[in-house]
């Protein structure tokens, strides 16, 4: 008996080892069968004008309008691990996998780009996500020297009045003071809009990419 | 080898202000261009209640719009002019406009689009004589429900106006209606300043008949009091942030020097000491720091001193002849005019004079004004023959004219914000 519960454990616990080792990346831990992408088409930044006093045209047309959802497309399909067999023992994150909303965003001034990405699937304001990109890259500044390239990702949450909390570096560029800059944004942001009311979560997590395409 | 380590010393240090100022203009560039508003359409508010609600309610529409406009957050498209969709738009400005005798209820809603799923739902109701005011507020609710920040529109702008060789202090909506006089003195005011909680206006004016003094108004009463009538000048006064204490110029020594007063106008502390005339005090929103204009080194320029008067420094040299410093009310910026060959320009720097930046310019443009949440400077100018006031929203777009009637129109000053956004 014993025996056996022993070769049960060694069992489950390779199998719970296999799984993790077989992970590829990330994104098999949280695929995206169900992902609203949302592609933002992203202005070229006008130079800032002064103000002419004989400018009775308007500004110049903008063309920052807005953020298309687009239809939930069908993952491509994807090697999947082998389901492990019914086991008490490892929390492996299986059936209904969270899906993400992200937003890309094109280069802004200073040579940033990069997506937003919340982890609810039923979030469905696109233009919250534009304001964050928004609000975040404006208080975004390149650290001097840095090459082009580099790409980090900020996790924080946002709750329900907009306040922002626990920001921290969940995938570093590799360099420490990219990821310093990234995460000073987002610290230096400290408040975002309160969350829609038609999104009825406590709070929001907010996966927000910084990629550096030069100055 | 020392001469080597000094060299490579003055080259770092000659760096620094190019690094600097090529970061600072990187985040000027995202705030600026105006590509940031977002689009959004204003739907006609469905009337309800009284007959007579059709006819409110088309008036209700136009204000609304019009103050999301001027928030410069957002793109407006109005939903009842034809062909005025524009670009698809992020979320839908709507809602009921009920009237009952002399009470309004609106009720707001905002949709996101084109979903339709609810973003923020509130209710405002009111007497109809201030039915202006309950849109003020919901346009300052959608801007605080897109950005974080209350908008504006609630606020009032108090200035001057000259008629003939009178000026009186007036005070109006910050969309330029219900425009009214506070002072009828038949005489001069000049240069007003809110108390940080809106309550009173301080002022210069001649009314004493001994040249000019401070004094003080509450806008609801209309009765002044006098705060500061020593011999000399007693001018360009303002409240400290904390409403303890003010800062004015006054010339009771000889010359025009600054001062530090209790808000009763007692316990005078000298800020400023030498020959030069120093004037036009202005505090930082913490109130740790003054600045104000001196013509210490020959020609007026914007000077920073700790608040104790200790510290002073010039702000910058990039900009020649510089005068009517203004904070930003987060501190990150310094407004100031400078002089040009027909008048003088409106530039914006940091506080350490860095980034230097001229946003208005033109024939001539005088004593900007921070709105209270940073988006926007008032300023008077004579763009269009003779002194009004005009804002530019800081985004590269022409400033637009508020309208006083037609009146001669100077110095003006935005307010707080008073109380919270949503009156319940």
Same mark, same amino acid.
């Given at each position: 008996?014993?025996?056996?519960?022993?070769?049960?454990?060694?069992?489950?616990?390779?199998?719970?080892?296999?799984?993790?080792?077989?992970?590829?990346?990330?994104?098999?831990?949280?695929?995206?069968?169900?992902?609203?992408?949302?592609?933002?088409?992203?202005?070229?930044?006008?130079?800032?004008?002064?103000?002419?006093?004989?400018?009775?045209?308007?500004?110049?047309?903008?063309?920052? +309008?807005?953020?298309?959802?687009?239809?939930? +497309?069908?993952?491509?399909?994807?090697?999947?691990?082998?389901?492990? !067999?019914?086991?008490?023992?490892? !929390?492996?994150?299986?059936?209904?996998?969270?899906?993400?909303?992200?937003?890309?965003?094109?280069?802004?001034?200073?040579?940033?780009?990069?997506?937003?990405?919340?982890?609810?699937?039923?979030?469905?304001?696109?233009?919250?996500?534009?304001?964050?990109?928004?609000?975040?890259?404006?208080?975004?500044?390149?650290?001097?020297?840095?090459?082009?390239?580099?790409?980090?990702?900020?996790?924080?949450?946002?709750? +329900?009045?907009?306040?922002?909390?626990?920001?921290?570096?969940?995938?570093? @560029?590799?360099?420490?003071?990219?990821?310093?800059?990234?995460?000073?944004?987002?610290?230096?942001?400290?408040?975002?809009?309160?969350?829609?009311?038609?999104?009825?979560?406590?709070?929001?997590?907010?996966?927000?990419?910084?990629?550096?395409?030069?100055? | 080898?020392?001469?080597?380590?000094? =060299?490579?010393?003055?080259?770092?240090?000659?760096?620094?202000?190019?690094?600097?100022?090529?970061?600072?203009?990187?985040?000027?560039?995202?705030?600026?261009?105006?590509?940031?508003?977002?689009?959004?359409?204003?739907?006609?508010?469905?009337?309800?209640?009284?007959?007579?609600?059709?006819?409110? %309610?088309?008036? =209700?529409?136009?204000?609304?719009?019009?103050?999301?406009?001027?928030?410069?957050?957002?793109?407006?498209?109005?939903? $009842?002019?034809?062909?005025?969709?524009?670009?698809? !738009?992020?979320?839908?400005?709507? #809602?009921?406009?009920?009237?009952?005798?002399?009470?309004?209820?609106? @009720?707001?809603?905002?949709?996101?689009?084109?979903?339709?799923?609810?973003?923020?739902?509130?209710?405002?109701?009111?007497?109809?004589?201030?039915?202006?005011?309950?849109?003020?507020?919901?346009?300052?609710?959608?801007?605080?429900?897109?950005?974080?920040?209350?908008?504006?529109?609630?606020?009032?702008?108090?200035?001057?106006?000259?008629?003939?060789?009178?000026?009186?202090?007036?005070?109006?909506?910050?969309?330029?209606?219900?425009?009214?006089?506070?002072?009828?003195?038949?005489?001069?005011?000049?240069?007003?300043?809110?108390?940080?909680?809106?309550?009173?206006?301080?002022?210069?004016?001649?009314?004493?008949?001994?040249?000019?003094?401070?004094?003080?108004?509450?806008?609801?009463?209309?009765?002044?009091?006098?705060? @500061?009538?020593?011999?000399?000048?007693?001018?360009? #006064?303002?409240? /400290?942030?904390?409403?303890?204490?003010?800062?004015?110029?006054?010339?009771?020594?000889?010359?025009?020097?600054?001062?530090?007063? *209790?808000?009763?106008?007692?316990?005078?502390?000298?800020?400023?000491?030498?020959?030069?005339?120093?004037?036009?005090?202005?505090?930082?929103?913490?109130?740790?720091?003054?600045?104000?204009?001196? *013509?210490?080194?020959?020609?007026?320029?914007?000077?920073?001193?700790?608040? *104790?008067?200790?510290?002073?420094?010039?702000?910058?040299?990039?900009?020649?002849?510089?005068?009517?410093? /203004?904070?930003?009310?987060?501190?990150?910026?310094?407004?100031?005019?400078?002089?040009? *060959?027909? #008048?003088?320009?409106?530039?914006?720097?940091?506080?350490?004079?860095?980034? /230097?930046?001229?946003?208005?310019?033109?024939?001539?443009?005088?004593?900007?004004?921070?709105?209270?949440?940073?988006?926007?400077?008032?300023?008077?100018?004579? +763009?269009?023959?003779?002194?009004?006031? $005009?804002?530019?929203?800081?985004?590269?777009?022409?400033?637009?004219?508020?309208?006083?009637?037609?009146?001669?129109?100077?110095?003006?000053? $935005? %307010?707080?914000?008073?109380?919270?956004?949503?009156?319940?």
């Amino acid at each position: 008996m014993r025996g056996a519960l022993a070769g049960s454990a060694v069992v489950h616990g390779g199998l719970t080892l296999a799984l993790f080792v077989l992970h590829p990346s990330h994104d098999v831990l949280v695929p995206g069968p169900d992902v609203v992408e949302v592609a933002l088409v992203d202005p070229t930044p006008a130079p800032p004008q002064p103000v002419a006093k004989a400018s009775p045209e308007p500004a110049p047309p903008v063309e920052d +309008r807005g953020v298309r959802i687009e239809k939930p +497309r069908p993952a491509p399909p994807r090697a999947k691990p082998t389901p492990p !067999p019914p086991t008490p023992a490892p !929390p492996v994150r299986t059936a209904e996998p969270p899906a993400r909303v992200v937003l890309a965003y094109a280069p802004v001034a200073g040579g940033l780009q990069g997506e937003v990405a919340v982890d609810q699937s039923n979030f469905e304001f696109a233009y919250y996500l534009q304001q964050v990109r928004s609000l975040i890259a404006r208080n975004w500044a390149p650290p001097a020297g840095v090459p082009t390239g580099l790409k980090v990702t900020v996790y924080f949450k946002v709750s +329900r009045d907009g306040s922002l909390s626990s920001p921290r570096v969940e995938t570093s @560029s590799g360099n420490p003071y990219f990821d310093e800059a990234a995460s000073r944004a987002v610290i230096v942001t400290n408040h975002l809009p309160p969350l829609p009311l038609g999104y009825v979560g406590a709070d929001l997590g907010v996966h927000f990419g910084f990629e550096y395409t030069g100055p | 080898m020392r001469a080597i380590r000094t =060299a490579a010393f003055a080259l770092l240090v000659a760096s620094i202000p190019t690094l600097a100022a090529a970061q600072g203009n990187v985040r000027l560039d995202v705030r600026a261009g105006g590509a940031n508003r977002l689009a959004i359409r204003c739907l006609a508010l469905t009337p309800a209640g009284d007959r007579g609600a059709d006819t409110s %309610s088309v008036k =209700a529409d136009e204000v609304l719009a019009n103050d999301l406009e001027n928030s410069a957050v957002f793109e407006v498209a109005r939903g $009842w002019v034809a062909g005025g969709g524009g670009a698809d !738009p992020q979320a839908e400005i709507g #809602g009921t406009w009920k009237v009952s005798g002399a009470q309004i209820t609106l @009720s707001g809603e905002v949709h996101d689009w084109p979903g339709r799923k609810p973003i923020f739902v509130q209710e405002y109701r009111g007497a109809s004589s201030e039915w202006r005011s309950l849109l003020h507020h919901y346009a300052d609710d959608i801007v605080m429900q897109f950005t974080g920040e209350p908008g504006v529109a609630s606020t009032r702008i108090a200035f001057i106006v000259q008629e003939g060789r009178e000026k009186n202090l007036w005070v109006m909506d910050s969309d330029g209606a219900d425009a009214h006089a506070i002072t009828h003195d038949r005489s001069i005011a000049q240069s007003p300043s809110w108390s940080p909680d809106g309550s009173l206006i301080l002022f210069t004016s001649w009314r004493g008949g001994t040249g000019p003094q401070l004094w003080v108004i509450s806008p609801q009463q209309a009765k002044p009091f006098l705060v @500061s009538g020593r011999p000399g000048l007693n001018t360009s #006064g303002v409240y /400290a942030p904390d409403g303890r204490s003010i800062a004015c110029t006054l010339s009771q020594d000889g010359n025009a020097e600054i001062y530090r007063l *209790d808000p009763r106008g007692g316990s005078p502390v000298r800020l400023t000491d030498n020959r030069a005339i120093d004037t036009s005090p202005c505090f930082s929103p913490t109130g740790q720091q003054i600045a104000f204009t001196s *013509d210490r080194s020959g020609t007026p320029q914007v000077h920073v001193m700790d608040a *104790d008067g200790s510290n002073v420094r010039r702000l910058t040299y990039d900009v020649n002849y510089t005068d009517s410093p /203004a904070w930003s009310p987060k501190g990150d910026r310094i407004a100031f005019v400078s002089r040009t *060959d027909t #008048g003088f320009d409106i530039w914006i720097c940091r506080p350490d004079g860095s980034g /230097a930046m001229r946003v208005v310019e033109g024939s001539s443009n005088e004593n900007p004004h921070w709105s209270p949440d940073g988006r926007h400077l008032v300023f008077t100018s004579e +763009r269009d023959g003779k002194h009004a006031l $005009w804002i530019t929203d800081l985004d590269g777009g022409p400033p637009r004219k508020l309208d006083t009637g037609g009146r001669v129109a100077l110095s003006p000053a $935005w %307010s707080p914000r008073s109380g919270p956004a949503s009156p319940q």
